[in-house]
């Protein structure tokens, strides 16, 4: 049974950082693409972060030269540093991975960046 659990989210202030993780079991990060999604209340769910098998990057524009997706192989945990976040980041941030025939999704962890 493939499981991708996130952790790290939370209340910040503006300016301030995060560290997400997106602990996976039943499946191998380091074979798929894994990828940092968030949806914030009315709008649709976008990528923020994608990371390939061959260790390609992938950011969106709203995050690049803020957010940084990395991956411990030896773990099997994934991450997505995010540094100088705005009000504008506050979402649930899922992490995705899997194949063309299956994808998998985590729960969500909420990030709320406010004063």
């Known amino acids: 049974q493939v499981q991708l659990v996130e952790s790290g989210g939370g209340l910040v202030q503006p300016g301030g950082s995060l560290r997400l993780s997106c602990a996976a079991s039943?499946?191998?990060?380091?074979?798929?693409?894994m990828g940092w999604y968030r949806q914030a209340p009315g709008k649709q769910r976008e990528l923020v972060a994608a990371?390939?098998?061959?260790?390609?990057?992938n950011y969106a524009d709203s995050v690049k030269g803020r957010f940084t997706i990395s991956r411990d192989n030896a773990k099997n945990t994934g991450y997505l540093q995010m540094n100088s976040l705005k009000p504008e980041d506050t979402a649930v941030y899922y992490c995705?991975?899997?194949?063309?025939?299956?994808?998998?999704w985590g729960q969500g962890t909420q990030v709320t960046v406010s004063s």
């Open positions: 995705n991975s899997g194949g063309r025939i299956s994808q998998y």
């Open positions: 039943g499946i191998l990060l380091r074979i798929y693409t």
């Open positions: 990371l390939t098998s061959d260790g390609r990057t």
